[in-house]
């Protein structure tokens, strides 16, 4: 008995590992990324192996997890979607009642290991409004439209009152990309922008004063020159000084003189550009924008709506990252917690990245067959 | 359902598909886009302002050093400095410009002496900050440290001496229990601050209310944007945000009634607190014997240190806070007064003490003040007397639930919310906190008679029962108590700070107010052979009526219940806490107080006289009449014969032999 399921399971395993069901070009591009991540994190952290080799055994977590995910047939994760909503849903509530952390609460601590739910969130968002979508008419009505933005609204409200601006975003990003590649109508989508941006004044009023200053520093980063001001400045002299060619690998001064904070997590990108200049980062920005090309195509291609929507909004959230991350650099943008992918160190955002890929995978492994 | 089908039978599989391929071509060209704006953006910064961000670069010598904020000073009532800030010299070190930080330290600690304590907080401290801001290392140098360090200071790139504000305590011991102390920042309360608003603090108020008003008295670090060398040093200040200094505080309390109230115990360990009940401000609170705050500020030597937590009257522990005691007779007026509130009593009911009381149907006896006892008593004499039997017989009529939630309402058994921190709660007996603390849980009628006299688990703090005895003075209407009555901005006015009632007054009748504080001037000025407070004449000279009790607790249970006959003073005094409380004027009361003395024989002779010269020197405060000079008659002790009825002192009441609490009476009620 014991034997068989032991036997099985190596079976699983090897099917896994022999005939992995995985896109190429996705692969291979998420590889070159990593790669790139690690190099970058080897000279912003002061080459540091054991920065480096803990975030490569985290891209290889990540990597078993997408060979694993790929083998999961899209109905199972349809069919498990609303429990994982309500889940990751319910660990959002016993954060926001028990968590703990300095200054923002975002994390549970498991014994082991400490977790944060709203990593989770940015999966199983996207997830529940495909799911919701699936067996309704599309283009969806103002009803199925109200529907969704409660959906997205009760996490992502959990997740900024941690508060966790960036992942909120993120979240609410997701969702709104299903909701988006459902058809909305564009009159339909015109008037929520319009009152979401009669809703700006009210927003402000509830935000926390840190997040306030961190939108007024922006604007003014002169005014706060020991704290996010600061972190403004020295990361646009970082990215100005490396020029179109950069002042090569290893060679950046801002970071290795400390003069960058952060400088293996959020604002890596900022090391990144000093050293490979624009060339670097419009090679990078390619590269990026070949990745989420690839899953809108993965998307084009799935086999029923749940999919398409799920694929699309992964992919399109993955451009959310670069861009607020990659204009939080460059001085374009607040600034807010979300990294650069697969470049900024920090375990559970390059996981949870890898798991939505690996999904990704698992769609296009059951995509539609061409007549 | 049917809208359900039809919606069913609309879903155009295909259509949808078409739709979906629409919009996901859209979206990626509003994403390239977005990437397209993106790369502008580096454009604008790698191409166009290259040429200026690289010399910015190069050029990297500005840096922002933040300059943290004066400490704000604590005056009392008027004006007295009581913390100050002195000037004084550190080392601090800038860590990027180290290059072998274990081995600088080595060869720095040959030059000035660093202990462990400093080496522990600078390497904690090193891993939270940036590699160029400066980390302190030893605080307050010597003359001698600073002469040494620069003759060598070559040696020893990136380490400096730097002007600083220190705390100092110029009253030291007299305030120490009320302003506490600052100590250094330690690694504990780094995980802990805020880094933006301590960036360059390197103290923090550790006790007292250097601790509760830490974030009123910190302010806001202000920063200078310096122009620096290559070895880091500043060459030149480009910009200065000045720091916004923190708020001064003004105690309450009355530096010379404080100095007095100390000066009353003679060293003999105990506690005084004053309150005004109008407001709740709190005008004195000693607690003896004390230390030298200042000691803390930097550092205090182990051997200090030793020698203050060995010293056997513990002179660390704020009695007035922290010391609880069994409040014996001192609760007499409040038991008194539950029973006219309750309308069990009236001022006149009568008792009869004869020496003994009985519970029904029980043989064992509570005992009374005066063997034989002191006849028949009502209310007024009661107080005056301090007869036990009135109290006994009383607190059975109302009952431990009456009784502890009348007690509760003058806040025993809980933190009086004084703005000071490490308040603890004392034991206010009920039915509750037996049940939840004791074994048996059950409660027993014995226990009902003994918490009648303030024995039996019931212990309070000085601050409990000053609060207690100013929240009747002031009418029953309660305040918290407040050290601090004002806050202000530097070169401001003191702005007071607003200390509203805690509730409506807890008084139902005037008319049981006055009686009870009558038979509290009995015990002042009467003339009854049993009066407690006859021999002392507590009330002598002063231009004001005072209403005071006085309380003996006994600190240890007694083991049997026969009549002590010794009436040592030194051998009562090692078994006795002395308490005295007492409001003046008695009518429209302006003081309350409450003295524990840890070693007094009674109540009235050796507190009551504390509690005396606390009025006195308040008086000399108060604009107005300043009585005449009266020395208080200091009594012979008492001979040894107990039946005298010239001055029956008040008697201690722990009369219960230890063993009766635990053995279960079957009369319950």
Request: glycine share 10%.
């Amino acid at each position: 008995m014991i034997d068989t399921v032991r036997t099985r399971f190596y079976r699983f395993l090897r099917r896994i590992l022999t005939r992995p069901r995985v896109d190429l070009p996705l692969a291979v591009a998420l590889l070159a990324l990593c790669c790139a991540g690690l190099m970058t994190l080897y000279s912003a952290g002061d080459r540091n192996l054991s920065l480096v080799i803990g975030q490569a055994a985290r891209f290889a977590l990540g990597g078993a997890l997408i060979l694993l995910m790929s083998r999961v047939p899209p109905s199972v994760f349809r069919n498990w979607t609303p429990w994982l909503y309500i889940g990751s849903t319910m660990l959002l509530v016993v954060v926001a009642v028990l968590g703990e952390g300095r200054g923002a609460d975002r994390w549970l601590n498991l014994g082991i290991m400490r977790f944060q739910p709203s990593e989770l969130m940015k999966l199983t968002m996207p997830m529940m409004v495909a799911w919701y979508l699936h067996p309704r008419q599309l283009p969806p009505g103002w009803k199925d439209i109200a529907v969704v933005g409660a959906l997205i609204a009760i996490p992502a409200g959990l997740i900024a009152k941690q508060p966790d601006l960036g992942t909120a975003l993120l979240v609410s990003a997701a969702g709104a990309f299903a909701l988006f590649l459902s058809g909305m109508a564009w009159w339909r989508i015109g008037m929520l922008l319009a009152a979401v941006g009669g809703m700006i004044p009210v927003a402000w009023h509830f935000m926390h004063q840190y997040q306030r200053d961190r939108i007024l520093t922006m604007l003014n980063p002169e005014s706060d020159p020991l704290g996010n001001g600061w972190h403004i400045i020295q990361s646009q002299i970082a990215v100005g000084s490396g020029g179109v060619f950069g002042k090569g690998f290893e060679q950046g001064t801002q970071s290795r003189l400390d003069f960058l904070p952060e400088h293996t997590t959020d604002f890596i990108f900022a090391v990144f550009s000093e050293e490979f200049g624009l060339v670097g980062v419009c090679a990078l920005l390619v590269l990026y924008a070949f990745i989420i090309g690839r899953c809108l195509w993965i998307a084009m291609e799935a086999r029923d709506t749940y999919s398409r929507l799920l694929a699309g909004a992964i992919g399109m959230s993955f451009f959310v990252y670069v861009f607020v991350n990659g204009g939080m650099v460059a001085g374009l943008l607040p600034v807010v917690g979300v990294p650069m992918p697969m470049i900024s160190y920090g375990g559970t955002s390059a996981v949870s990245l890898l798991v939505g890929f690996g999904v990704l995978m698992s769609i296009h492994a059951n995509r539609k067959v061409h007549d | 359902m049917a809208k359900l089908i039809r919606r069913r039978a609309f879903k155009d599989t295909r259509g949808e598909q078409e739709l979906f391929r629409r919009r996901a071509l859209t979206g990626f060209a509003l994403i390239l886009l977005g990437l397209g704006a993106l790369v502008g953006r580096y454009v604008f910064l790698q191409v166009l302002h290259h040429d200026e961000f690289a010399t910015r670069s190069v050029n990297n010598s500005v840096k922002p050093r933040a300059i943290p904020p004066a400490r704000g000073l604590i005056y009392d009532r008027n004006g007295v400095l009581l913390a100050d800030n002195v000037p004084a010299f550190r080392l601090e070190v800038v860590p990027e410009q180290v290059s072998h930080m274990e081995a600088m330290l080595a060869e720095l600690a040959k030059v000035v002496p660093l202990d462990q304590d400093d080496l522990d907080a600078f390497r904690k401290q090193l891993k939270q900050t940036r590699r160029f801001d400066s980390v302190p290392l030893k605080m307050r140098l010597t003359e001698d440290d600073i002469a040494r360090f620069a003759v060598n200071r070559w040696r020893f790139p990136g380490v400096d001496v730097v002007p600083y504000l220190t705390r100092q305590y110029p009253l030291g011991p007299l305030f120490a229990n009320v302003v506490g102390y600052v100590s250094r920042i330690d690694a504990d309360d780094l995980d802990r601050l805020d880094p933006e608003i301590y960036k360059g603090t390197t103290h923090i108020g550790r006790t007292g209310l250097e601790r509760t008003y830490e974030d009123i008295l910190h302010g806001k670090p202000g920063y200078e944007l310096d122009e620096v060398s290559a070895d880091g040093r500043i060459q030149r200040v480009l910009k200065i945000d000045p720091p916004v200094p923190g708020k001064n505080l003004y105690l309450s309390i009355d530096a010379r009634v404080q100095k007095a109230t100390q000066e009353a115990f003679e060293g003999r360990p105990g506690a005084a607190v004053a309150i005004d009940p109008r407001n709740g401000q709190v005008l004195a609170m000693v607690s003896v014997p004390s230390f030298d705050p200042n000691l803390f500020v930097n550092g205090i030597s182990l051997t200090d240190y030793t020698a203050l937590t060995s010293a056997a009257d513990k002179p660390l522990i704020d009695r007035a806070l922290k010391g609880v005691y069994p409040p014996g007779s001192t609760v007499k007026p409040f038991i008194g007064l539950a029973g006219l509130e309750y309308g069990v009593r009236t001022p006149q009911d009568t008792v009869v003490s004869t020496g003994v009381f009985y519970i029904p149907g029980q043989a064992r006896g509570y005992r009374d003040d005066v063997r034989g006892g002191v006849g028949t008593v009502n209310l007024y004499r009661a107080i005056e007397d301090s007869v036990n039997t009135y109290f006994y017989k009383l607190s059975l009529d109302l009952g431990i639930d009456r009784l502890s939630e009348f007690l509760g309402s003058y806040g025993f058994g809980r933190p009086t919310g004084v703005d000071l921190p490490g308040e603890v709660s004392g034991i206010l007996p009920s039915r509750e906190w037996k049940a939840k603390h004791m074994k048996p849980a059950s409660w027993f009628p014995g226990e009902t008679v003994i918490t009648g006299i303030g024995q039996g688990y019931w212990l309070v703090t000085p601050m409990q029962l000053a609060h207690a005895i100013a929240t009747f003075a002031g009418h029953g209407v309660p305040y918290a108590p407040r050290v601090v009555m004002a806050t202000a901005d530097v070169g401001a006015k003191p702005a007071p700070l607003a200390n509203p009632p805690t509730g409506p007054s807890v008084i139902k009748n005037i008319k049981d107010w006055q009686a009870v504080n009558d038979g509290m001037q009995l015990v002042i000025y009467g003339s009854d052979p049993f009066s407690t407070g006859k021999g002392v004449k507590l009330g002598e000279g002063f231009p004001y009526r005072i209403a005071g009790k006085s309380g003996t607790a006994e600190r240890f249970s007694r083991t049997s219940d026969a009549y002590n006959e010794n009436r040592n003073t030194a051998y009562l005094a090692a078994r006795h806490r002395a308490w005295f409380e007492a409001f003046t004027p008695a009518e429209d009361p302006r003081i309350a107080v409450a003295v524990v003395l840890e070693a007094g024989a009674w109540g009235a002779k050796d507190a009551g006289p504390i509690a005396r010269k606390m009025l006195d020197i308040w008086l000399t405060t108060q604009s107005g009449t300043v009585p005449a000079d009266h020395p208080l008659q200091e009594m012979e002790p008492t001979p040894s014969s107990s039946t005298s009825p010239n001055a029956p002192e008040d008697t201690p009441q722990g009369d219960m032999p230890a063993s009766d609490t635990s053995s279960p009476e079957n009369s319950t009620p």
